[in-house]
Each structure stands twice: as structure tokens, then as C-alpha cells.
């Protein structure tokens, strides 16, 4: 099974947490759904079911997410029992699955520190999750320049 290499525009997130994202995050789905000129937005679909959310993101493409917010900086799915697996299997197909956050990290690359770890997820195919990183990168790089100003 592979991300199709032409991705359909499909993004699946809770956004009843939007107003608790940072602001790349908030971002990253306003860009979706408002796209630059000539661009085609992107369908929302929720289960709220990860592997239901996953399925679907490995078949047609796009991207599945649970960012932390400020009620979870940690995130809220566990390391060990759903990010793990599925950025396993969303890597073997091709896609990539990161942490989000401006320093955002690559899931496989976590070392456990306890059993129930909790951290936030964005997986998906390349397309999206570039433009992520992108994003995150974007607002690092803004929030280094504001400490240097000081």
C-alpha cells in the first residue's frame, strides 16, 4: 500500500479545539481551507476514530492531525500505542508523520521517557506535511528573532 502520489485535498482534525492551537497550527487548516488564488480547498472529514481517520488518509492522501493545544501541550494520543504504529505504517507507505510545534519532530525518532506518553500527531502524505513543517519552521524562526531583538 503506498500515499497515492497525487493526493486528494482531505484534512482530518478536531477543530472544536481550534481556538486552543498555536497559531502555525491555525495556520496550517486556514490554508486549507482558504487556499491561494486558483487553488482548491481542502474537504474536512472527522471520524474521530484515529485508525477509521488514518485508513482514509493512507488511501486518498491528505492529512490526519491531534496538535497539542493549551489544555494538552503534550498532546493527547500515546506514543506507544497509537503514534507509533501508525506513523510505522504511514512511513512504510510513503506519507511521514511529525510532532507539529515549532520544534517539531519526526515520531520515530521519540524516545520513550514512560509508557503512557502522550504526544501530538501530524501525519499525512509529503505535500502537507512540508507545508507544515513550513509553518512550524516559519514561526521558530520569528520567535527567535523576537529573543534576539530583546
Known amino acids: 500500500m503506498q500515499v497515492p502520489a497525487a493526493p486528494k485535498t482531505i484534512y482530518s482534525v478536531n477543530e472544536g479545539n481550534y481556538s486552543r492551537w498555536d497559531a502555525p497550527t491555525r495556520a496550517f487548516v486556514e490554508g486549507m481551507k482558504n487556499p491561494a488564488a486558483g487553488g482548491k480547498p481542502y474537504s474536512a472529514r472527522y471520524v474521530g476514530s484515529m485508525v477509521s481517520d488514518v485508513h482514509r488518509t493512507l488511501l486518498y492522501g491528505g492529512v490526519f492531525m491531534y496538535p497539542s493545544d493549551s489544555q494538552s501541550p503534550d498532546g493527547k494520543l500515546r506514543l506507544l500505542y497509537e503514534a507509533n504504529p501508525m506513523a510505522m505504517i504511514m512511513e512504510q507507505a510513503g506519507g511521514r508523520a511529525i510532532t507539529g510545534g515549532v520544534d517539531s519532530r519526526r515520531i520515530l525518532d521519540l524516545q520513550p521517557t514512560h509508557i503512557h506518553q502522550r504526544v501530538p500527531i501530524f ?28
Open 123 to 150: 501525519l499525512g502524505c509529503e505535500r502537507d506535511i512540508a507545508e507544515a513543517e513550513r509553518l512550524f519552521a516559519e514561526a521558530a524562526g520569528q520567535g527567535a528573532a523576537k529573543k534576539a531583538k530583546k
